[in-house]
């Protein structure tokens, strides 16, 4: 079962900051798990929209229950054992960020894991296989080819943060990332 959250390719900027601002104000006030997963998700789609409008025939993936669940079971491992690791074996790709805070009642927005993982923009050399996977976690995130994703988050006893994105089907495939992450449009 696929559940539909793009934002509409016809809907206008103005609208978008104004959807932004009140899931921001709402999630700060609601903390509950699913209105913290969809705004995660909604941040990671929004700035997938910006990405498109950057990136040469990059769609916002669509998010799917199955794979909100995979990553759900993933970020709850995560906060049970306290650790901060990529599954070993896994189906989908993954992307995981953490953040801590004494604070038990704090919260992390998608905005801050899309933030980090767009960072490594910075590492990629566009249109040549990468040396190295230092910029993997963007790739992933405009992966071309990847067309559905989940995302979770689970928080830790000791105050991790963590969120988990995956993605179907799987990026940064040697010999797949010139034609997977084209650059930026001029």
Known sequence: MFLECKWPVEQDFRSLQINILLMSFWSKRLTSDLVLTLQIFQTISFTGMILSSLIIGVDTPTLVVLICAYAREWANHLAAVDSF?????????????????????????????????????????????????????????????????????????????????????????????????PPPKK
Do not use: C
């Open 85 to 181: 690791k990529h599954r070993t074996e896994r189906k989908y790709g993954e992307n995981i960020f953490m953040k801590w805070s004494s604070d038990p009642n704090h919260v992390v927005s998608g905005d801050a894991a899309v933030e980090s993982w767009y960072s490594e923009i910075k590492d990629h050399t566009f249109g040549q296989e990468p040396r190295s996977l230092k910029s993997g976690h963007f790739t992933q995130v405009i992966w071309k080819d990847s067309k559905r994703m989940g995302v979770a988050w689970a928080k830790s006893k000791t105050g991790k943060i963590l969120v988990v994105a995956n993605y179907e089907p799987a990026g940064n495939f040697v010999g797949r990332f010139t034609e997977n992450v």
